[in-house]
């Protein structure tokens, strides 16, 4: 496998994310409890056990707990901090009772999310800061203008978007001065199913995304790091038994049949089977479960040693056993 765009850049990262989404307790305002720190500690420590060296948060994951636990667990581990890499998201604005649901990249609303991002992990910077979905009304002139300042006052070092199109990449970067380092979307070994509402499905590059043709192939050109999000189709290969179709089933069978064969666990196959791919994809694991995070480990190997036919051979059983 080559060498990973984030490399490329001169950012020292870990093959696979460790997403922190998950921790923290629940979606509802309140007080971090000594039980949550708990969990967040051990996946901390199990994700830095199996090499895992880069963190994924946006501002709205449990509402700012996600961040804050995560800062706890830092101030725990002085010196932590600059062995790691750290990143988030903002410009999703939850309802209230005066406003609907809501994207943002106004300036004012980036430039207070990132203050609000590093008080909350304890940190005097983020190593990337990603735009957290599209923004229909977004003005690339006042996103630039933020990712200036931030860029200048040393909060910021690198920036990124998640599920954007192409298109919408090379909008940005007309205006921004410094280079979109990062694209997040969903990717996995499942298909994607979008019926209506007028969605593309990309298949151009042997993986689905729910974008316009060539973003895959863009992102590839202009060395951008793809990161997956649910990566592991959120259990569907690793232990769900409600399949929606015989193909699901199918899958489950091989992925388990594949990892029995080659001593390896079922996760390391899913996860491997994304990184093999030539635009060296960068997973980000959900998972809480410390023995999930650990059963991740041996992903790049796994990689490295699937072959072409083995590679084809899952695709094809997960597509309903036709070649697309």
Not at 120 to 139: N, S, V
Request: glycine letters at 8%; hydrophobic letters at 40%.
């Amino acid at each position: 496998m080559s060498i990973m765009p984030l490399e490329k850049r001169g950012i020292t990262s870990s093959r696979l994310i460790l997403g922190f989404m998950g921790f923290g307790g629940d979606w509802e305002t309140g007080e971090i409890g000594k039980g949550e720190l708990a969990d967040a500690e051990r996946g901390l420590d199990m994700a830095l056990e199996t090499g895992i060296t880069m963190f994924d948060h946006a501002d709205i994951y449990k509402r700012g707990k996600a961040e804050a636990v995560f800062g706890k667990c830092l101030k725990n581990r002085p010196g932590l901090r600059e062995k790691i890499i750290i990143q988030s998201k903002c410009g999703i604005r939850f309802a209230d009772a005066a406003n609907p649901a809501r994207y943002d990249f106004s300036k004012s609303h980036i430039l207070g999310a990132v203050d609000g991002i590093l008080e909350r992990l304890g940190t005097d910077y983020l190593d990337i800061l990603l735009l957290h979905r599209p923004d229909p009304l977004m003005e690339p002139e006042e996103v630039a203008e933020a990712f200036s300042s931030l860029l200048k006052a040393g909060k910021v070092r690198n920036f990124g978007v998640s599920n954007m199109n192409a298109g919408q990449m090379k909008l940005l970067q007309a205006y921004i001065g410094s280079p979109l380092v990062v694209n997040q979307m969903e990717m996995s070994l499942k298909k994607i199913d979008w019926v209506d509402q007028g969605v593309h499905v990309n298949q151009s590059a042997g993986l689905e995304t729910h974008f316009s043709e060539g973003l895959i192939e863009y992102c590839m050109l202009e060395s951008i790091q793809l990161q997956a999000w649910a990566p592991l189709a959120k259990g569907l290969y690793t232990g769900r038994t409600d399949f929606a179709s015989a193909a699901e089933e199918e899958t489950a069978e091989l992925v388990a049949m594949m990892a029995k064969e080659k001593e390896t666990t079922k996760e390391a196959i899913l996860l491997g089977w994304l990184i093999r791919h030539p635009a060296n994809i960068q997973p980000v694991i959900g998972t809480t479960n410390i023995e999930r995070i650990k059963n991740c480990q041996d992903a790049t190997r796994q990689a490295s040693l699937m072959t072409r036919e083995e590679w084809y051979r899952l695709y094809i059983a997960s597509r309903g056993n036709r070649l697309p």
